[in-house]
């Protein structure tokens, strides 16, 4: 029932941009909280970024400050992550996932399957 697809991964050159979707089936993105996470060969889970609809609150991890946007679009469901200025150490699996208490600061429920970021130099 509840599902979250990202898209909008690719290979891109140093410099380049993306932009992340996460379109979201079986629940509402207006009632959560929507997180960006990636994970790189061999290292932990990161949070990237993270938007509260309810109360417009976005946040951002240092890595991205400055250089990546969250925005959504509740009548499509869906999350953006516009990540601009692109460098290979972005190169990750991007995953969106949602808290349904509506905080970035709580725990996620739900996962997507992720979309592969490739960054050359």
């Known amino acids: 029932e509840v599902q979250l697809v990202e898209s909008g991964g690719g290979l891109v050159q140093a410099g380049g941009s993306l932009r992340l979707s996460c379109a979201a089936s079986?629940?509402?993105?207006?009632?959560?909280?929507i997180g960006w996470f990636r994970q790189a060969p061999g290292k932990e889970r990161e949070a990237v970024s993270c938007i509260s609809n309810s109360d417009g609150d976005t946040y951002y991890a240092d890595s991205g400050k400055g250089r990546f946007t969250i925005s959504s679009d509740n009548a499509k469901n869906t999350v953006y992550l516009q990540m601009n200025s692109l460098k290979p150490e972005d190169t990750a699996v991007y995953y969106c996932a949602a808290s349904r208490a509506g905080s970035c600061l709580a725990l996620y429920d739900y996962w997507g399957q992720g979309t592969q970021v490739t960054v050359s130099s």
């Open positions: 079986g629940f509402t993105f207006a009632d959560y909280a």
